[in-house]
């Protein structure tokens, strides 16, 4: 298909370049939610609520793995740090183990005005620390009413467990092993539950309460859905439909609700809470949220409730709203206590002490500290995950190659995409052309193609992080090496393709991130994980799909194209290489080395969607170089820090390839890099 286009001008797009990436994963994230409200609407039809409650239940655990919680678990190791007596509560502070040598460091209230043994509450922290109020004043609030309180820091923000927890810094590196950050929240939740029944002074023969607010909160739906101990909850703040705030709205939120296939497996807010049920749930929220709109949070709450009368047990669902913002107040703290007294021990009549907002105070900090470990985090237990993973894994070329196509489904052939092509126009010795390739529904792929005047030629396909242009500008290295200007030597060709979020298809800021912990590649990379079809598989099939393309151009000999990537194009062109199996070569520049090295760092350099969900299951980097059967070379590869791959690291690598294929060249955008394109490109190398 041609355009009327007989100017160099870049070909018009018929969608916002700037926007469709992400109306591509919005629509394809509403398409999930809206069967995921189709089944929830088949279960009320047919009053088949447990089948449904079951394959939300399943689904959840599936995220999560064999927890080393419960029953079969080893026994908390309890090591004492200290104790403070208060007005009508102990503070107790103990560290216990979830993982090896990973540590929770809880704080207990013990209420002083009530015999033993006590009912119990589990309260998480949100993105926070539980020196502040929201997490204080309820716990004390319940410990004075009769609650044996148990808080604990979550991963990172602003608690004691921050080197190597960062939220989002470091929960995106559990993605590369196949798991989820959640599983450190959500773990630690139900360890403090295999804690407290180690205690004489707490009962657990009608279950435990738990109760949090926004990641807290989060923390607590989950855990609901995983441990039957849990007979009691009360998220607060926490919870709208997945359709508005992180879909629609586009807030990247964080990498431990965003499982890998949560949206492909139908899994909103809303299931959470109905598949919970008949559980007795108090959902609060406060009227003046400003991330969780009471609006969603209304809508959500009806549907809630309709799962709730659908059993016939409509009192076990509430839904409260304070007059507050986003937060745990103690208006809340006192509906709960309500709540818990009512279903937690069976006594709605039980009187609640009239404590005013004014007899409640936080207490100095560093009574709440605990001192766990800082040595082991999320980072260096994926770190170990991986090495594990590195000792089983095949290398074996046939099953990196079935895997890398597993992984970026592709197990069928990329059709040849659409084009919409310009008239050629001529520059000096070779013919500039802009297309545009279409390779799926809602996605456009602007592309500069630039041939010789006359014959079939030999020709690169070009990927960029940074633009496809960037390095034909000014005579760069993709220019010299297809001979531009050179009328004394036989032309090549170059197709720069920019593949989707990438040059001008790169997403335009949305509102969410112009927080600290937002940012546009989290959005991307949580999102299309969610999806089940992570943004770096989407590109490679791009890059598939333009090969296809290419190899119908009159204009290039089939069996004459290599691959070049540069930066993050580097992971496409390498997978692309090896799933197609058919290019004459390769060649990646300032690539990342292994996603390895995005673990060993303290502080990588890499967007958010580097880390491929479960890659590392099957393979790493080296792995798809030594499975390819084409010429490779690996130019100024990158550690996970950014860092150009130390001299005698690349002689190793080289060593265990048996060949000479990475290599160190600081002028990797100069003349050596258009020498290697050109080496590569001669018929000499190329069947």
Known sequence: MTSDNA????????????????????????????????????????????????????????????????PHAVRPTVIRVSQFDKRGYRLENVLFDTYPEWQVNATVYVPLDYAPPYPAVVIPVGHSGKQF?????????????????LLFDPPGQA???????????????????????????????LRCIDYLETREDVDLSDGVAMTGVSGGGTTTTFATLLDA??????????????????????????????????????????????AASPTPVLLMAGALDEVFHIDDTRRLAGEVQRFYNSLGRPDRFEFFVD???????????????????????????????????????????????????????????????????????????????AAASALVRTQDAVPTPQALTSQPFQVWTHMWQQILLRPEPGIELPATF??????????????????RNRLLYRHGPVADAVRFIQREASGRAAFCVDLRGWGDTAPAMYPYEMAGWGGIDRYLAYTSAALGDPLMSMRVRDALATLAYLRTRPEVVPGGIIVSGCGNAGIVALHTALIDGQVGGVIVWDCLVSFRTLLETEAYTWPADTFVPGVLLYYDLPDLVAALTCPVKIVNPRTGAGAILPARDIDALNHDLGMNVYTTDVDAEGDQLASALGAMLDPGLIP
């Open 7 to 70: 100017s160099p001008s870049p070909i018009v797009a018929t969608t916002d370049l700037r926007d469709m990436l992400r109306r591509y994963l919005i629509e394809r994230g509403l398409g999930s939610m809206q069967a995921s409200a189709q089944r929830r609407t088949a279960a009320l039809a047919t009053g088949d609520i447990a089948t449904y409650r079951q394959t939300i239940r399943e689904a959840v655990r599936a995220f999560y793995g064999d927890l080393p919680v419960g």
């Open 133 to 149: 109020e929201s997490y204080q004043l309820p716990a004390q609030f319940f410990a004075r009413c009769g609650y044996l309180a």
């Open 159 to 189: 608690g004691e467990k921050q080197p190597g927890n960062d939220h989002f810094h470091d929960g995106v590196r559990c993605y590369l092993v196949g798991e989820t950050s959640s599983q450190y929240f959500v773990a630690d939740a």
């Open 229 to 274: 101990r849990i007979s009691v909850t009360g998220p607060s703040c926490c919870l709208s439909p997945l359709a508005q705030l992180d879909i629609t709205q586009c807030y990247a939120g964080c990498p431990e609700t965003h499982m890998t296939g949560r949206y492909a497996e139908g899994i909103d807010e809303v299931d959470l809470l109905c």
């Open 323 to 401: 007059d507050g913002g986003h937060a745990y107040s103690l208006a809340q703290a006192r509906r709960f206590v309500s709540f818990m007294n009512r279903w937690l021990l069976g006594k709605p009549d039980r009187s609640i002490p009239d404590l005013s907002d004014a007899s409640f105070a936080l207490d100095p900090y560093p009574e709440l500290q605990c001192h766990p470990r800082p040595d082991v985090n999320m980072r260096t237990l994926t770190l170990e995950r991986a090495g594990a993973l590195e000792v089983t894994r095949s290398r074996d070329a046939r099953r990196v190659r």
């Open 450 to 467: 630039v041939y010789p005047i006359l014959g079939a030629a030999r020709a690169v396909l070009h990927l960029d992080d940074r633009g």
